[in-house]
């Protein structure tokens, strides 16, 4: 066989395509190996095939020589064995260069280019929220909609447990589980006398109401066990379990890792542990610098107390605050229109430009940009445009909502520890259920308190366990307005949490108060509704919001 041949047939065990100048690498191919080759770049010219080839036959780093064809023939021929073994074979030939380049060689780009796929089960809420804080970590989290979650198997913390708090600890967390459980009840059979199946049916589209009325009693029931779930979750405290996938690449590990290594909480400190064994089996040259930071340890820790603390008034109302708001914004977002697509010139001469626009101009040039988007069109622009102009805001809502706002990781944000000093978010729903939902709430609550209070007295960071999801809690947020108007378009969505989706109103309304021209409108007329500001905006398409209301989840 020529070796041009065995050369294409071997490949393709790897890659897609052998010819063609772009191409998807095969999974096949170890994701360090990936990642060392595409790093490889900013040194070395050659595709990444030919890297590839010079791995299976030992001669990466080195002088050409001759190739033993017999030695790649079975691969050629689709043997059964495991294609990385070529490679694995080739790599141990070269393993001078491989550890030289690991080693010496921009060690940091290629951890960058290698996603590390992790799985955590039996997690607690708090492992959840400080893994969404890792802005390049991609996650799949238990879902609190469609899942009913083990209030009988709760992460039960080992420093808790090892002292006085332990009964005062499980007798929340048991008080939390059977409310969870009781609403889960109590809400289903509140939603079905709401809406009757029948009434339900009657609201429903032409494909629904052809189908079988056992396809129709099923998506009844999914429809009520996702309005039902949204009520009982709020019940759920931070110790309830959850299964978790992530994706992250390699340099961000490393960091988390040698991070929560000093973390306050045991479970942190012991999961970095196990990341570091498990995710150290796939990727073993990049996980190198995992030592315990004693800086971050410093941070996790709040400073060892040194920091000043003025005691603040706490309780507060599910809203929205505006903290900063870029007064140049629209000048900034046409400017980088104009700039992004026209030849020649300087963003500063485009900007002088825009500044003498009329507002008119300024709300033509954006109609002609928003001309044409589709309701699945989820950016207004390719390039980013709108983030220019930037806006920070706080949500004031619920531990469980804030959940929710916390996964935008293109944002920079920022949170307070969990505590029910604040209050509770008692939601209409629950009221409208009726006095005996009302006491079971607000008795779980109150037990929950006086755990945390007690708890939190000899375990600040562990008293975070028993906090529900009804707690109220903030988060501070700052960014875009390219990514304003995509979280508000996936935020205000009919089928989302009901708290989430107040609170995207809410910030809809505010964002409008200092960008009014989001609407197209150059000042706010005074005395409309968010619904009515919307309808008759004289620009629409740039800021979507979902008004519409199906009364259930899909």
């Not at 190996?33 to 030992?58: C, E, I, Q």
């Not at 009726?434 to 609550?445: C, H, K, L, Y």
Request: charged content about 25%; proline content about 4%; some cysteine.
């Amino acid at each position: 066989m020529a070796t041009g041949d065995l050369r294409d047939k071997v490949l393709a065990n790897f890659v897609t395509s052998t010819t063609d100048p772009i191409y998807a690498v095969k999974d096949t191919v170890p994701i360090e190996v990936f990642g060392a080759f595409g790093s490889y770049f900013s040194r070395n010219p050659k595709d990444m095939r030919d890297h590839l080839w010079g791995a299976m036959t030992g001669q990466i780093g080195v002088d050409q020589g001759d190739v033993d064809e017999g030695a790649l023939s079975w691969l050629a021929e689709g043997d059964f064995r495991n294609p990385a073994d070529a490679l694995n074979a080739g790599l141990g030939k070269a393993h001078d260069f491989f550890t030289k380049w690991y080693g010496r060689y921009s060690h940091k780009s290629i951890a960058n280019m290698v996603p590390v796929r992790m799985v955590g089960t039996g997690v607690s809420q708090l492992f959840a929220r400080e893994l969404a804080y890792d802005q390049l970590a991609f996650f799949i989290e238990q879902s609190t909609r469609f899942v009913e979650f083990d209030t009988a198997n709760m992460f039960q913390d080992p420093d808790i447990m090892a002292g006085m708090h332990a009964e005062t600890y499980m007798n929340a967390l048991q008080t939390l589980g059977d409310a969870y459980h009781s609403f889960r009840e109590l809400a289903s059979e509140h939603f079905k006398r709401e809406t009757p199946f029948e009434a339900w049916r009657e609201s429903q589209n032409d494909k629904v109401r052809a189908s079988s009325e056992k396809s129709q009693r099923r998506a009844y029931k999914l429809q009520i066990d996702g309005k039902t779930f949204d009520v009982a979750r709020l019940m759920l405290p931070q110790a309830t379990r959850t299964n978790i996938a992530w994706i992250v690449d390699a340099r961000s590990l490393e960091h988390d890792i040698s991070a929560w290594k000093g973390h306050p909480l045991k479970e942190m400190r012991d999961a970095a542990e196990m990341i570091e064994k498990n995710a150290g089996m796939v990727v073993p040259s990049l996980l190198k610098r995992t030592d315990k930071s004693e800086y971050y340890a410093r941070k996790l820790e709040g400073y060892g107390g040194d920091l000043p603390n003025v005691e603040l008034g706490r309780k507060f109302s599910k809203g929205v605050d505006i903290i900063s708001s870029d007064p140049d914004a629209l000048t900034k977002a046409v400017t980088h229109i104009l700039h992004r697509h026209n030849f020649g010139g300087t963003f500063r001469q485009r900007y002088a430009q825009v500044e003498g626009m009329p507002f008119k101009e300024k709300i033509d040039i954006l109609r002609m940009v928003v001309k044409g988007r589709e309701v699945y069109d989820e950016w207004v622009e390719m390039d980013e445009e709108f983030d220019m102009g930037k806006i920070s805001f706080e949500i004031r809502s619920d531990v469980g909502a804030i959940r929710d706002w916390r996964r935008h990781q293109n944002w920079d944000r920022s949170e307070p520890l969990y505590t029910l000093d604040n209050g509770f978010y008692l939601p209409d729903t629950i009221k409208n259920m009726g006095p005996r939902a009302e006491q079971i709430f607000v008795d779980a609550m109150n037990s929950a308190h006086e755990a945390e209070v007690k708890i939190g007295a000899d375990h600040p960071e562990q008293a975070q366990l028993v906090v529900p999801m009804a707690a109220k809690h903030t988060i501070a947020m700052s960014g875009g307005l390219d990514q304003l108007q995509y979280m508000l378009w996936t935020r205000t969505t009919p089928h989302g949490h009901f708290s989430y989706r107040e609170d995207a109103f809410n910030l809809a309304e505010e964002a409008i108060k200092v960008h009014p021209w989001l609407l197209g409108y150059e000042k706010l007329p005074g005395g409309k509704s968010l619904e009515t500001l919307c309808e008759e905006a004289p620009l629409k398409g740039l800021l979507n919001l979902r008004l519409e209301d199906t009364g259930f989840h899909a």
